[in-house]
């Protein structure tokens, strides 16, 4: 019976390496790697391993060549579907952090003028929106005492 824990220690790493060089995702390297060990375990019980370095990492290029392949399978399917001519008209994450930081900043005049500052008076504010009715802004006019 092998000793996995010394197999793993010493030839693992560079198994998951040749995943993780292959597919270039974490993720799918750690799966890869899961399941080139469990396919060497079950090669083990048919037949002696003479080299455990060469066959994980002959499986882990066999299941990631598996796994790339899928990916490919999936973009092509989901390639029929068009999805950049989905319109999505709500703000971007960007627009949604300009909003809050315009609304702090009117916030901020409103606290002035509402304490009685004598370097102006608020008279007229309103959002200021684009053409994409995004909004872009706050328009405030203040009037000098």
Request: charged fraction near 30%.
């Amino acid at each position: 019976m092998p000793d996995w824990r010394e197999i793993l220690s010493r030839d693992g790493p560079a198994a998951w390496r040749t995943a993780y060089r292959l597919l270039g995702n974490r993720a799918d390297a750690d799966e890869c790697f899961q399941e080139a060990c469990l396919a060497a375990l079950e090669m083990s019980r048919r037949e002696l391993v003479h080299n455990w370095r060469g066959l994980l990492q002959r499986l882990a290029v066999a299941r990631s060549v598996d796994r790339l392949r899928a990916r490919q399978r999936a973009g092509s399917r989901m390639s029929l579907f068009p999805c950049d001519q989905l319109r999505d008209d709500s703000p971007s994450p960007s627009q949604n952090a300009e909003v809050a930081e315009l609304a702090g900043e009117l916030d901020d005049v409103v606290h002035h003028v509402r304490q009685g500052d004598k370097s102006g008076q608020l008279v007229h504010f309103r959002q200021a929106r684009a053409e994409d009715r995004s909004v872009t802004g706050w328009i405030v006019t203040v009037v000098a005492q």
